[in-house]
């Protein structure tokens, strides 16, 4: 009977051990979701120096603005890389979150993008001109639109400026707010498209943008808008988001970005 229970006592000791053992494995997977580029891109950059410190990156690809944030809120993942703070303080505001910014890492200068025509100069009466309809990424189409002297805005609206707050329009342009994922395969309907710079990459038309037709590197923009790591509060000090910054914070991963994106994409850190 003693054996018995010796034996039994083994099995339950093996079976605890195996599951308090399941939750530390769980410490050293980072899930993180992201749009697809260039943030996955350079997440998977990452993946090698991760697997060298013990670490397993799962990145959950996203195509639109809303679902990593829903996403992250939910539990589903423990960090998302996609969003500047302006979008994700206006997120929180509106959906009753508590998401936190923790590392930046880069920042994509909006641009305009040539559709039916290639060229700003002697920009025709009536010509069309596609931006975002997200918050913040309205406004900041359109403060960029103005800085090129297209468009001249209301005064003292900021960030929660929108295509009907425009109060000097010479060219008589149609702004056509559109969702962010489709402005670049709308470009053959419109003369023109305020793009991020994500998407004018996974929409492959990056080669469309307009020279000197975007947001400077060294623009007050760069750091209001920089793309942060994001995560739950509370979720701040966790090992596997500590093994994520430690790894993107170094000259290899800049020199990556920068080479990589040839200044469509900017290293923040």
């Known amino acids: 009977m003693k054996k018995i229970i010796f034996a039994t006592a083994i099995i339950l000791g093996l079976f605890i051990f195996v599951a308090c053992g399941g939750n530390s494995s769980g410490d050293n997977i980072i899930n993180i979701g992201a749009t697809a580029s260039p943030h ?17 990156l799962n990145i959950t690809i996203f195509d639109d603005f809303i679902s990593p944030n829903l996403a992250l809120d939910a539990g589903d993942i423990d960090i998302n890389y996609f969003q500047h703070v302006p979008f994700l303080n206006n997120f929180n505001t509106n959906h009753g979150t508590d998401l936190v910014p923790v590392f930046g890492v880069h920042f994509e200068p909006l641009r305009v993008y040539a559709g ?54 010479p060219h008589n342009l149609e702004i056509i707010p559109l969702e962010a994922p489709i402005l670049p395969p709308s470009l053959p309907d419109v003369d023109f498209a305020v793009i991020n710079g994500n998407f004018a990459l996974a929409g492959g038309v990056i080669d469309r943008a307009i020279d000197g037709a975007g947001e400077a590197p ?39 970005i920068l080479n990589e994106y040839l200044g469509r994409v900017v290293p923040t850190f």
């Open 218 to 256: 060294d623009s007050p923009a760069a750091l209001q808008f920089t793309n942060f790591l994001v995560t739950r509060t509370g979720n701040e000090d966790s090992p596997a988001l500590a093994a994520l910054i430690e790894a993107l914070n170094t000259q290899a991963v800049r020199d990556f």
């Open 116 to 169: 039916r025509l290639n060229t700003l100069e002697n920009i025709p009466n009536g010509a069309s001109i596609a931006i975002p309809d997200d918050p913040t990424n309205e406004a900041r189409a359109l403060q960029l639109l103005e800085y090129l002297g297209l468009i001249g805005l209301t005064p003292g609206l900021g960030l929660n400026a929108t295509a009907s707050d425009v109060a000097y329009n």
């Open 40 to 56: 996955a891109e350079v997440l998977e950059h990452l993946r090698p120096v991760l697997e060298d410190a013990g670490f397993t």
